[in-house]
């Protein structure tokens, strides 16, 4: 059973940063694709970032390309979610998500098979 847990949410003032980071045990973390969505009140849940198992390739939604960085460590079997240059449009929660055995980095909700249970980000203006 995979288990994700998502940690480095908070409350934060436009322009600032934060460190999101995902725990991933279960199975083998270097087998999974792993991605970053959000969801704001009243709006779907949607893509963030996703990289694959080796961490060669990653893929950006267009709000995050600039300020966003994913990156993974393997060895710690964690995903991390460095976000710069906060706006009050990435006030969300965030989820962490896996996908076992596949290549492409999915932008979708359907690329992606298992979830953490999300950290709040609030950014103020």
């Known amino acids: 059973q995979v288990q994700l847990v998502e940690s480095g949410g908070g409350l934060v003032q436009t322009g600032g940063s934060l460190r999101l980071s995902c725990a991933f045990s279960?199975?083998?973390?270097?087998?999974?694709?792993m991605g970053w969505f959000r969801q704001a009140p009243g709006k779907e849940r949607e893509f963030v970032a996703g990289?694959?198992?080796?961490?060669?390739?990653?893929n950006y939604a267009d709000s995050a390309k600039g300020r966003f960085t994913i990156s993974r460590d393997n060895a710690e079997n964690t995903v991390y979610l460095q976000m710069n240059n906060l706006k009050p449009e990435d006030t969300a929660v965030y989820y962490c998500?896996?996908?076992?055995?596949?290549?492409?980095?999915?932008?979708?909700?359907?690329?992606?098979?298992?979830w953490g249970q999300g950290t709040q980000v609030t950014v103020s203006s």
């Open positions: 279960g199975r083998t973390f270097s087998s999974y694709t």
């Open positions: 998500a896996g996908r076992w055995g596949v290549q492409i980095v999915a932008d979708n909700r359907g690329g992606y098979d298992s």
């Open positions: 990289i694959n198992r080796s961490g060669r390739y990653t």
